[in-house]
Structures are given as structure tokens and as C-alpha cells.
């Protein structure tokens, strides 16, 4: 094995699909973990999930996507899950962010 490979390209797509899954099932599940929160601590959130299931080929649009991963439309999770943001949740969030550059 080369010793720059990254053990997570070995992973079977099978476990990969359940292991993404059960993530975006977690996410569902756990509501109270905000995106701006998740994008605070992580640089990422269910949003970007449902943008990244598109890089990897779902054909559905923005909306569609995000159906898939919050398990309602967008709007309705807005309306019944999302609290307002802070302005120091917004602070986290940026520079999060700014740590994602590649």
C-alpha cells in the first residue's frame, strides 16, 4: 500500500453509503444541532451535505438535495427546526470557514 494513501479510499463503498447514512440520520434525528452551530465547529453543516451529494452526482437540484438529507423540505425545516442566529454563532461560523480553504 502506498504509504500517501489514505486508508479511507480502501473503504467499501457499501460501508461508506451506510456510514453516510447513518450520519445524515443522526442529523435528523438531533435538530437541536443547529447548522450554524455545526458550521461553527465543523465548517460544515447538513446544507453541505445535500451540496456535496450533488459534486457527487445526484442529479436532483439544490432544493431536491436538501430534501434528501433534512427528510423535509427546506422551508419546512426552516420554519420548524431553525432558531435565528446569533451574532456570535454568525462570528464562529465565518471563521470556521475561512479554516476550509484548501
Known amino acids: 500500500m502506498n504509504s500517501n494513501a489514505d486508508p479511507l479510499d480502501a473503504l467499501d463503498d457499501a460501508q461508506a453509503a451506510a456510514a453516510f447514512r447513518r450520519l445524515v440520520r443522526h442529523l435528523r434525528h438531533r435538530h437541536d444541532a443547529q447548522n450554524i ?32 438529507i433534512h427528510g423535509m423540505p427546506s422551508a419546512e425545516w426552516k420554519a420548524t427546526r431553525q432558531t435565528p442566529a446569533t451574532e456570535e454563532q454568525l462570528a464562529r461560523m465565518e471563521a470556521s470557514v475561512a479554516k476550509n480553504a484548501h
Open 37 to 68: 452551530d455545526l458550521m461553527g465547529l465543523a465548517g460544515f453543516c447538513r446544507n453541505c451535505l445535500a451540496d456535496w451529494i450533488r459534486d457527487a452526482g445526484y442529479e436532483g437540484d439544490k432544493e431536491a438535495a436538501r430534501e434528501v
